[in-house]
């Protein structure tokens, strides 16, 4: 088993930044990659940027060159680092881990933190 925790989230102006902290504990060795995912509500959860064991990252375009995933490993944090946010950046963050790709969804999820962002 695997448990995350998110922290981070908060009220911050158009323009403005947040850094988003997922901890993860539990069997941690048996992750291979970290996702935030964020959802606003009457919509789907959207995967934004996840970072594999290797490191590798991938981004979704609507956050590309404003966010910035990278991770601590003997803390065993991921980060989510959001500048130049957008109101319409406003959305439940969650971060999310499997053992392989999430091809077939992510195994374990954190219970989400708001991120607000006012105009």
């Known amino acids: 088993q695997v448990q995350l925790v998110e922290s981070g989230g908060g009220l911050v102006q158009a323009g403005g930044s947040l850094r988003l902290s997922c901890l993860a504990s539990?069997?941690?060795?048996?992750?291979?990659?970290i996702g935030w995912f964020r959802q606003v509500p009457g919509k789907q959860r959207e995967l934004i940027a996840a970072i594999t064991a290797a490191g590798s990252t991938n981004y979704v375009r609507s956050v590309q060159d404003r966010f910035t995933i990278s991770r601590d490993t003997p803390k065993n944090t991921v980060y989510l680092q959001m500048n130049s946010l957008k109101p319409e950046d406003t959305a439940v963050y969650y971060c999310a881990a499997d053992q392989g790709y999430g091809t077939y969804g992510y195994e374990y999820w954190g219970q989400g933190t708001q991120v607000t962002v006012s105009s």
């Open positions: 539990g069997s941690v060795r048996n992750i291979n990659i």
